[in-house]
């Protein structure tokens, strides 16, 4: 008894339409009178519909019937069509390269947004890189623990900034330690805040709504 695998089989042009609707194709090579293959052609085509019903009304639904169908049959099929017909060289269309961008920079961890920010800003007048240089303190040393898994110092942060500005921006060792210390300060605080608050709105133990303390003695 021979069995027969699909592995074993010729393997499928267009998977999802199956391999009796891939037959149907195949017979339509044999068919020697055009008319005759052209109407079994359209015949086809309805099963093919069929297979898909709620996509019939969508836009070019028979264009691409069609389109597969002479896919499947490897681009032999001699029919009258009433659309263009497919080419070989249309489904081996490459797309083109994207151009990636291939500049480095020589700290990765930081990434390019935070070294246009600092590019910006060392063109500006001295108020205005004190005043938004601080953001940019906490985020690089934020993004430094994440990368080197441990706390950079103040000289480091300052070091790194220079080298990333081209020496345009000198930031002392203490300032850097001032706006972290600061920063932490008022975070500690905010967040003592809301805890105090958290803890006025509770009830005191054993009162009642109305005020009156109640009594559990007997």
Known sequence: MNKNYNYLRRRLMIPE???????????????????ERTRQAKAVIAVMGNLNPLLRDTADFTHKLW????????????????YPLPTREDLEVKPERLAYPQSEISHKHYGKNIVRVINRLKYDN???????????????????????????????????????????????????????????????????????????????????????RHNTQK
């Open 17 to 35: 339409y199956g391999r009796h609707i891939q037959e149907m194709i195949d017979s339509l090579l044999e068919i020697e009178d055009r008319d």
């Open 67 to 82: 389109d597969h169908l002479f896919i499947m049959s490897d681009f032999k099929l001699d029919v009258d069509s009433p």
């Open 126 to 212: 001295p108020e205005v890189v004190e005043s938004e240089m601080g953001d940019v303190v906490r985020y690089m040393h934020g993004k430094s623990m994440e990368y080197n898994q441990e706390h950079p110092t103040p000289e480091m942060i300052a070091n790194d900034i220079r080298t990333l500005s081209e020496g345009g921006i000198n930031l002392d060792g203490e300032w850097i330690r001032n706006v972290e210390m600061g920063h932490k300060l008022t975070s500690s605080h905010q967040k003592n805040g809301k805890h105090q608050q958290r803890t006025a709105r509770q009830p005191q133990k054993g009162a009642r709504k109305n005020g009156q």
